[in-house]
C-alpha cells in the first residue's frame, strides 16, 4: 500500500500537471485566436485592395472609352469636311470641265459652218 505522503505527493503532481495543462491549452486557443484574426485582417486588406484594383481599371476603361469616342468624333468631322472639300472641287471641275465642253462645242460649230460656207454669210451679216 501507498503511505500518505506517496498518495499526497502523487494528488499534488496530478493537480499540476493539470494546472500546467489548463495553462498550454490557454496559451493555444490564445495563438490559434491571434492566427484566425491575423488571417482575417489579411484577407480584408486583399479584398480591399482588389476592390481599389478593379475600380481604378474602371475608371482608366471609362477614360479610354471616352478617349476613343473623342477620336471618332474628330475623325468623323474631319471626314465630313474632306467629303464636302471633294464635293466641292468636283463640282468646280465639273463646271470648268463643262464650259471647256462647251467651248469646244462652239469651236466646232464654228469649223463645220465655215466648212460649209456658212460662216461667212454671218460674217457678211455682222458687217451689213
Do not use: P, W
Not at 78 to 102: I, R, Y
Amino acid at each position: 500500500m501507498a503511505s500518505n505522503k506517496q498518495s499526497y505527493d502523487a494528488g499534488e503532481t496530478k493537480g499540476r500537471t493539470e494546472e500546467k495543462t489548463k495553462q498550454t491549452m490557454g496559451n493555444i486557443g490564445d495563438k490559434a485566436q491571434s492566427a484566425k484574426d491575423k488571417a482575417q485582417e489579411m484577407a480584408q486588406a486583399a479584398k480591399d485592395k482588389t476592390c481599389d484594383t478593379t475600380q481604378a481599371a474602371k475608371e482608366k476603361a471609362q477614360q479610354n472609352k471616352d478617349a476613343a469616342q473623342g477620336k471618332a468624333s474628330e475623325m468623323g468631322q474631319s471626314t465630313k469636311e474632306s467629303a464636302q472639300s471633294g464635293k466641292d472641287n468636283t463640282q468646280g471641275f465639273l463646271q470648268q470641265t463643262g464650259e471647256k465642253v462647251k467651248g469646244a462645242a462652239q469651236g466646232a460649230t464654228e469649223a463645220v459652218k465655215q466648212t460649209f460656207g456658212l460662216g461667212q454669210n454671218d460674217e457678211y451679216n455682222r458687217r451689213n
